[in-house]
Nanobody, 125 residues
């Protein structure tokens, strides 16, 4: 069983930056691809980004490309999401996830095995 805990969310003005962290409870997380999803009020949860087991490859939805950057530190069992140039439409609850990655790149069709509890990110205009 892998437990994931997000941190680093909060309120930021448009154009600002935040860095989310996702800490895993076990080293076994290094065997999994990791990713970020988000859910805005009244909308379905959507895929945002994924990073492969080594951290050498990433994939993003088009709306965050060039603004968000995913990374991981397997020695610390932690994944990060650096979010720059934030927009009000980035406001959502952000979830980290872990799962197998037979196919790459991972995208909205990916169904992770494990989820964090979610953390709020609010971008004011």
């Amino acid at each position: 069983q892998v437990q994931l805990v997000e941190s680093g969310g909060g309120l930021v003005q448009a154009g600002g930056s935040l860095r989310l962290s996702c800490a895993a409870s076990t080293r076994i997380v290094s065997m999994y691809a990791l990713g970020w999803f988000r859910q805005a009020p009244g909308k379905e949860r959507e895929f945002v980004a994924a990073i492969n087991r080594s951290g050498g490859a990433t994939n993003y939805i088009d709306s965050v490309k060039g603004r968000f950057s995913a990374s991981r530190d397997n020695a610390k069992n932690t994944m990060y999401l650096q979010m720059n140039s934030l927009k009000p439409e980035d406001t959502a609850v952000y979830y980290c996830a872990a799962g197998s990655s037979v196919l790459w790149p991972l995208d909205s069709t990916w169904r992770p095995n494990y989820w964090g509890q979610g953390i709020q990110v609010t971008v004011s205009s």
